[in-house]
C-alpha cells in the first residue's frame, strides 16, 4: 500500500488505478505507473506515468469545471494521489472523436459509419471530421471495450441523460482541443467518464484529457492518410503490434527504449499541455490547479 493510501481500506484495482475508500463520501484514487493496451496490462512500467495522468488531470479539472463539475477534492503531495468525491458512475464510455483514428477508422474502413454516425465517403484515415462527434462505448469489466450507438446507449442510461452527456462531452472536448491547438498539439479524441453525485447532478470522474484517455498529435507532421507519431500509448501499441502478439495476457515486455521514448512523450505532452515543468509538478503538485 503506498504511503498517501494509509488509513485507507483498499476496495478495487483498475488497470492502471487503486481505489481506496476514506469514509462515506470520499475516495481516494493512486494511479499507477502501469500501462495497458488492448486492454491488457505490460509487464512493464513506465516511470512517472501515474504523476503525468494525474497532473494533466488536475490541470483539466481545474479549468473546466465551470463546463462541468468534477470530482477532484485534492491532489496529495506525491503527485499520483487524488481525493475525490464518491460518484456513481455512468455504464457508458463518453467517447468524442474530431479526427478518424483507431477503432473509429476500423469501423469507418467496414461500414462507412462509428457508432450510428454516417460519415462522408472518401475520408482518410486521421482526417479531420466536419464536426466533433459522440461515439459511446461499452465499459467492459473483462476485454475490450465496444463502440455502441446512441441508440443502444440510450437503452442504457435513458435518451435524456444521453443528450446532456453528449453536449457535456463535446463541449469538454471543443475546450481541450483549443487549449491543446494553441500549443502545437492536436486533440484527435478523447474519452469522459461521468457519474451522478448524491444531489443527482452529472459530474465529471475518472481522468481528463491525458495521454491514457486520449489520441495527442504534434500538429507540426500531420498529414491525413497515415497514422499520426502521437504522444500517448499509441507508440507502445505500435511496438506491440509489430511483434506479432496476439492480445491476450501477458504482454510483452517492453525494452529500455521504448520505455524511456514513452515516458519522454508523456512527460512533453505534461509540458506542453500545462506550461509548466513537469520537475515543477513534482515539487508542488497544485501548481496545475493555479
Same mark, same amino acid.
Given at each position: 500500500m503506498p504511503d498517501s493510501a494509509d488509513a485507507a481500506t483498499h476496495i478495487a484495482s483498475g488497470k492502471v488505478r487503486e481505489l481506496y475508500e476514506l469514509d462515506s463520501e470520499r475516495l481516494l484514487l493512486v494511479a499507477s505507473d502501469r500501462i495497458s493496451v488492448f486492454d491488457v496490462v505490460l509487464p512493464t512500467e513506465i516511470p512517472d506515468k501515474g504523476r503525468v495522468l494525474t497532473g494533466l488531470s488536475g490541470f483539466w479539472f481545474a479549468r473546466t469545471r465551470e463546463l462541468c463539475?468534477?470530482? =477532484?477534492l485534492a491532489l496529495r503531495p506525491d503527485g499520483r494521489s487524488t481525493?475525490?468525491?464518491? =460518484?456513481?458512475? =455512468?455504464?457508458v464510455e463518453c467517447v468524442v472523436r474530431g479526427y478518424l483514428a483507431g477503432s473509429g477508422w476500423k469501423d469507418y474502413q467496414r461500414t462507412g459509419a462509428t457508432s450510428g454516425h454516417a460519415l462522408p465517403a472518401g475520408l482518410l484515415e486521421s482526417?479531420? =471530421?466536419?464536426?466533433?462527434?459522440?461515439t459511446p462505448a461499452t465499459k467492459a469489466t473483462s476485454g475490450h471495450d465496444e463502440n455502441i450507438t446512441r441508440e443502444q446507449a440510450a437503452t442504457l442510461v435513458g435518451p435524456d441523460v444521453l443528450a446532456e452527456i453528449e453536449r457535456l462531452s463535446i463541449a469538454l472536448y471543443r475546450f481541450g482541443a483549443e487549449h491543446a491547438a494553441a500549443r502545437?498539439?492536436?486533440l484527435a479524441d478523447t474519452k469522459f467518464e461521468l457519474?451522478?453525485?448524491p444531489d443527482g447532478q452529472?459530474?465529471?470522474?475518472?481522468?481528463?484529457?491525458t495521454p491514457d484517455s486520449s489520441r495527442f498529435w504534434p500538429a507540426d507532421g500531420y498529414e491525413p492518410g497515415r497514422p499520426q507519431a502521437s504522444f500517448d500509448k499509441q507508440y507502445v501499441r505500435d511496438y506491440?503490434?509489430?511483434?506479432g502478439w496476439d492480445k491476450t495476457h501477458p504482454g510483452p515486455e517492453l525494452p529500455g527504449e521504448v520505455v524511456a521514448g514513452t515516458r519522454a512523450r508523456y512527460v512533453e505532452a505534461f509540458e506542453r499541455i500545462t506550461g509548466i515543468a513537469f520537475d515543477a509538478y513534482l515539487a508542488d503538485p497544485n501548481v496545475v490547479r493555479r
Open positions: 463539475p468534477n470530482h =477532484l481525493e475525490c468525491r464518491r =460518484l456513481e458512475m =455512468l455504464p482526417q479531420q =471530421l466536419p464536426e466533433p462527434i459522440f502545437g498539439i492536436i457519474g451522478r453525485d452529472l459530474v465529471l470522474g475518472d481522468e481528463a484529457l506491440a503490434e509489430a511483434l
